[in-house]
């Protein structure tokens, strides 16, 4: 993903301590509650609980806190355009309601490795943000038949070992071929789009099964757990069962 998470916090703010601001760094800004205005020269937006603005580097912002609020900032550093330069708006909000948790768990822990913690969370939330976005291209999927039985086919096999250059052959593609007209109906290759699949069935199954690490390793297509604990580790920065303990410790206090 080529990305890194520099500085993660969550602020109070009655106002912003430089309400026309120039980004010197990526930061994206998630409301937890509260709202605020930003207007980056395409108008005024508001910005409420659940939902984030990107205040990308080089770009001025003139923003003004509208109702007390809670943010998270997330300091970091990308080799792509993640989020953009305006508002943000998941259409999971479960998904994304239950990551703030996780996140404010990490917080009142404050544990040695909570920036790991830290770490694993935001890059759930540029994942989640990543498969929406792919969502959003029905339409243009819905264009290219190809592609779209070809994701049909990958979802359908996603527990089984998939070799992505014989299904570009069986489309009569090269791989090439195959890889730019994907990432042009779903905004990311087919790699990355197996890969974001993979983890989503995995963190659900981790968070809504008591299946063994082994067995949940052989529903998402890996041959054996030890590859399947590294994939996730590369992914979250945690192991299968360090995310399924997290999972359960915010289980327990919300009881």
Do not use: W
Not at 15 to 41: P, R, T
Not at 51 to 74: C, K, M, P, S, W
Not at 88 to 116: G, N
């Amino acid at each position: 993903m080529g990305m890194t998470l520099l500085v993660s916090k969550l602020v109070q703010r009655s106002s912003f301590q430089k309400e026309n601001y120039l980004g010197e760094d990526d930061i994206f800004a998630l409301v937890v509650s509260g709202c605020f205005q930003f207007d980056n020269g395409s108008g005024v937006q508001t910005v409420g609980p659940l939902e984030g603005v990107n205040f990308q580097r080089g770009i001025r912002y003139h923003r003004q806190i509208t109702q007390e609020a809670q943010i998270y900032l997330f300091r970091y550093r990308s080799q792509e355009d993640i989020f953009g330069s305006g508002k943000v708006v998941f259409q999971d909000t479960e998904r994304i309601r239950s990551t703030l948790q996780l996140l404010q768990l990490c917080d009142s822990l404050a544990q040695q490795d909570d920036f790991v913690c830290k770490q694993a969370l935001f890059t759930d939330i540029v994942t989640q943000l990543r498969l929406e976005k792919a969502a959003q291209y029905q339409t243009l999927l819905n264009t290219d038949s190809m592609i779209l039985s070809a994701i049909s086919y990958i979802r359908d096999n996603l527990h089984r070992k998939l070799n992505l250059e014989e299904l570009a052959q069986q489309h009569f593609l090269s791989y090439i071929q195959f890889s730019r007209r994907f990432k042009n109906a779903t905004g990311t290759n087919p790699q990355e789009y197996v890969a974001g699949l993979r983890l989503k069935k995995a963190k659900q199954l981790l968070a809504e099964t008591d299946l063994s690490i082994q067995k949940i390793s052989e529903n998402c297509g890996f041959s054996n757990a030890y590859y399947f604990s590294n994939f996730f580790r590369k992914h979250c920065q945690l192991s299968p069962s360090q995310f399924r303990t997290l999972l359960t410790t915010v289980e327990e206090g919300e009881t």
